[in-house]
């Protein structure tokens, strides 16, 4: 899904439960956590505010939970 779109469709629809399946990165630095769109990405802070009106978000990133159990 492209980045518009995405965030279209979250305005337009009062989703009760939205899965992410896609790829991005997790830091404990704000400006470097973000997911990846089809054509771009979506930072951290954009994705707080398309989420805002959400009681819960989880955001499962298996990727990066899988790098980190591989280099212990």
């Known amino acids: 899904m ?6 279209t469709k979250i305005e337009e ?5 939205v899965h ?4 991005g990165e997790f830091s404990s630095k ?3 956590t973000f ?3 089809w054509d771009d990405h979506l930072n951290i ?7 805002e009106s959400f009681k819960r978000v989880m955001l499962n990133a298996n ?5 980190y159990f591989h280099s212990l």
Do not use: G, K
């Not at 802070?45 to 989420?51: A, H, R």
């Open 2 to 7: 492209t980045r518009p779109s995405f965030s």
């Open 20 to 23: 992410i399946a896609t790829h």
């Open 45 to 51: 802070i954009e994705l707080e505010t398309l989420f």
């Open 13 to 17: 629809h009062p989703y009760q439960v």
């Open 63 to 67: 990727c990066a939970v899988a790098q």
């Open 35 to 37: 997911i990846l769109t």
């Open 30 to 32: 704000l400006e470097d």
